[in-house]
Structure formats: structure tokens, C-alpha cells
């Protein structure tokens, strides 16, 4: 199974500053026949299910701020929030679905 | 809109048996392979299985916790999913999401305890 690895494990910003969380896959997760990367992000807050933020490495879904924004390709990926706004206190999941799903174990993210 | 909803979870005893379903919605549900997901309390989160489509042998397979224990199935005519658990454990206490790609849904919770 493709192993994912997040860093940093936890990480306090100030508010409107920028965050930055990483991903790194065991092995790619782009796909050749379509040149894309098989990575999505997740925001989970206290008791509530998670939420799918990115899907295929950058494309934002649906009513996500655009403060969100993904990057990455192959076995590197970065999720970067431009300016922190207090409601995006939570853990972040990073999640490949090139293969058997596997997720990333978690950046806790809190305000400094 | 995707929608997928889960249901059945509960509170059960160690070795007793759970079914969990999961009824899928705004998506041809026949054509994707579809897993289970699953997080417990406080938890990260773990992949429990899969289901292929049936045009793709709608075989399974099932992560090592689990294998032996659990049953993926699919109603297609009805876009649904199931996960059938059996000699559930206490390390089995959890929320349990249905997905293709991607969580969607709210989960159901899988208490197992004495």
C-alpha cells in the first residue's frame, strides 16, 4: 500500500498569516494515462465528519474558500491556506486514491 | 450532487454481528468501486475495504484488521451499499464512512463494548 507521511504533525500560525501543511506519497500517484495526481485534502473540525477541500492535487471543490489552494505532483503535495481566518482551526487529512486508499495521519492546525 | 448516507451502526457486544449500509445517490453508484472507511475516536483515518464494480468482477478485497471478519457487498438495483461485520471487537469501535473516491457522508458510529 502507498504510505502517506504529513508533516508537520501540528503547527500554529498567526491570524491572516499563511500555512502551509505537506504530503509526501511512498510512491507517485499520478496517473500516466491522464497525467493526473490522485490526491485529495480533507479539513476535519471536533465531531464533525471531514470535509473534501481539494480533489486531483488542486482543484478546490465547490464552495471552498480561496484561501485554499493545492499544489503538487507525483509524490509531493502541499496544502496552503494564503491567510489564516480562525474558523480553519482543525486537522487536516491528505488521502491518495491512486490505489487502495490511504491517508496521511493528520496536521493539527491552531491559531498562535 | 453526490450524496452518500450511511446507517445501522449502533452499540453491540464483542463477537456479536452489525450490518452497516450506505445509500448512494447523483452518481451512476453501478459503475464505481466503492470502500469503506472507517475512524475511531480520536483516530486518524483507515481504509477497511472495497467493492469493484460488477463489470469489473465485483470482487473484494479487505484490509488485515479486518479480513475474515467483514463483508463487503453491493445492491446495485437498489444503489446501495453494505458492510457486514462479524466477531466484532472492540478495536472495531468506530466511525464508519462509505465512499468511492472521496468521504462524503456523516458516517455511522460503531460502538462494540461490554
Known amino acids: 500500500d502507498i504510505v502517506m507521511t504529513q508533516s508537520p504533525d501540528s503547527l500554529a500560525v498567526s491570524l491572516g498569516e499563511r500555512a502551509t501543511i505537506n504530503c509526501k506519497s511512498s510512491?507517485?500517484?499520478?496517473?500516466?494515462?491522464?497525467?493526473?495526481?490522485?490526491l485529495a485534502w480533507y479539513q476535519q473540525k471536533p465531531g464533525q465528519p471531514p470535509k473534501l477541500l481539494i480533489s486531483w492535487a488542486s482543484i478546490r471543490e465547490s464552495g471552498v474558500p480561496d484561501r485554499f489552494s493545492g499544489s503538487g505532483s507525483g509524490t509531493d503535495f502541499t496544502l496552503t491556506i494564503s491567510s489564516l481566518q480562525a474558523e480553519d482551526v482543525a486537522v487536516y487529512y491528505c488521502q491518495q486514491y491512486y490505489s487502495v486508499l490511504t491517508f496521511g495521519q493528520g496536521t493539527k492546525l491552531e491559531i498562535k | 450532487e453526490v450524496q452518500l448516507v450511511e446507517s445501522g451502526g449502533g452499540l453491540v457486544k464483542p463477537g456479536e454481528s452489525l450490518r452497516l449500509s450506505c445509500e448512494a445517490s447523483?452518481?451512476?453508484?453501478?459503475?464505481?468501486?466503492m470502500n469503506w472507511v472507517r475512524q475511531a475516536p480520536g483516530k486518524g483515518l483507515e481504509w477497511v475495504g472495497r467493492?469493484?464494480?460488477?463489470?469489473?468482477?465485483?470482487?473484494?478485497d479487505y484490509a488485515a484488521p479486518v479480513k475474515g471478519r467483514f463483508i463487503i457487498s453491493r445492491d446495485d438495483s437498489k444503489n446501495t451499499l453494505y458492510l457486514h461485520m462479524n466477531s466484532l471487537q472492540t478495536e472495531d469501535t468506530a466511525v464508519y464512512f462509505c465512499?468511492?473516491?472521496?468521504?462524503r457522508g456523516r458516517g455511522t458510529l460503531v460502538t462494540v463494548s461490554s
Open positions: 447523483g452518481f451512476t453508484f453501478s459503475d464505481v468501486w
Open positions: 465512499t468511492g473516491f472521496y468521504i
Open positions: 467493492i469493484r464494480s460488477k463489470t469489473d468482477g465485483g470482487t473484494t
Open positions: 510512491q507517485s500517484v499520478l496517473h500516466s494515462s491522464n497525467r493526473k495526481s490522485y
